[in-house]
């Protein structure tokens, strides 16, 4: 499908789908782009990429696909360094875990290419970092949200879905406003949790003893604290109004929390306890009953 892909940032997002589409063998050769040339020495030594760009110029010259993998943050700046070497024919795409402020971004880079451009996100992760964390097999089954521009052509839409589902995963579209607004909920403010609680413990006086005694529970719910503060800083300050509000309404839910619980109100607790227990129920139920379809190759 294609003759080279350019990919910049080859940690565990862009090293995945380097790794994925090496497997399905639909990519003749894998180009790395990034910061630090050990970081992609690292990568080539994996067999994650085939090749290390001495230059932007090198990399997006002659590639079929690009995809920017990086902080998103980072995206401006790399989609500037493109622009003056970006192709026709060429499409370029990411994997930021936000999309208005990309959008933002890549119309001030891009200028009159922009219709080259399809925002995407892939919604999979783990909480390591670096070429070493790349899997294979990390999109089989998971959903790649695309959120289209007017300028795209659904010819380079569909490119760009292509791609990802050759890596395994289930291909969705949103807008980017909605995509923002949805993510802030599901994905931003659990991250911001996670780090809040870990950060709370960590500096009481008594933290050894704390954390001495954590199990599982403690465990499950801050795992995504290992992820990486570059990158979710980023993410917090690209989608800051959104998240703003995800966190105003969890202010006002440990309000009413706290004021259930002052009262010793057993019932209202347990009533907020139980519409949690069974609305994740049905959230799991739907996910394996996707997944089984999946597998059965349904819809």
């Not at 607004?181 to 949790?193: C, D, G, N, R």
């Not at 440990?254 to 129920?281: K, M």
Request: with cysteine.
């Amino acid at each position: 499908m294609f003759k080279k892909i350019a990919i910049f940032g080859v940690g565990l997002i862009g090293g995945s789908f380097a790794l994925a589409l090496k497997k399905a063998g639909v990519v003749e050769q894998l180009v790395g782009v990034g910061r630090q040339l050990t970081t992609l020495q690292r990568a080539q030594e994996l067999g994650v990429i085939d090749v290390i760009a001495t230059s932007v110029a090198e990399a997006v010259t002659g590639a079929d696909l690009i995809l920017i993998a990086a902080p998103v943050a980072q995206t401006g700046t790399i989609l500037a360094s493109i622009a003056p070497h970006l192709q026709a024919g060429t499409i370029v795409t990411d994997a930021g875990s936000t999309k208005s402020d990309v959008v933002s971004a890549a119309r001030a880079a891009l200028g009159d290419k922009i219709a080259q451009f399809v925002p995407g996100h892939p919604i999979a992760g783990r909480e390591q970092n670096g070429p070493e964390a790349a899997l294979a097999e990390l999109y089989v089954g998971k959903k790649v949200v695309l959120a289209p521009l007017p300028e795209n052509t659904e010819q380079d839409i569909a490119r760009v879905a292509a791609a990802w589902q050759q890596c395994g995963a289930l291909t969705h579209r949103l807008s980017a406003q909605q995509h923002d607004a949805i993510f802030a909920a599901v994905s931003h403010l659990p991250h911001v949790l996670a780090y809040a609680l870990v950060d709370d413990i960590a500096n009481k006086p008594h933290a050894a003893s704390l954390f001495q005694y954590a199990a599982s529970g403690f465990r499950d719910f801050t795992r995504i604290a290992g992820s990486s503060p570059e990158m979710w800083r980023d993410i917090s300050l690209a989608n800051q109004s959104a998240l703003l509000s995800e966190l105003d309404a969890y202010l006002l839910q440990l309000t009413r929390l706290r004021g259930l619980l002052a009262a010793g109100d057993g019932p209202g607790l347990e009533a907020i306890y139980s519409n949690a227990q069974q609305a994740r129920h049905s959230w799991i139920s739907a996910i394996e009953s996707a997944e089984q379809q999946n597998k059965e190759g349904g819809d």
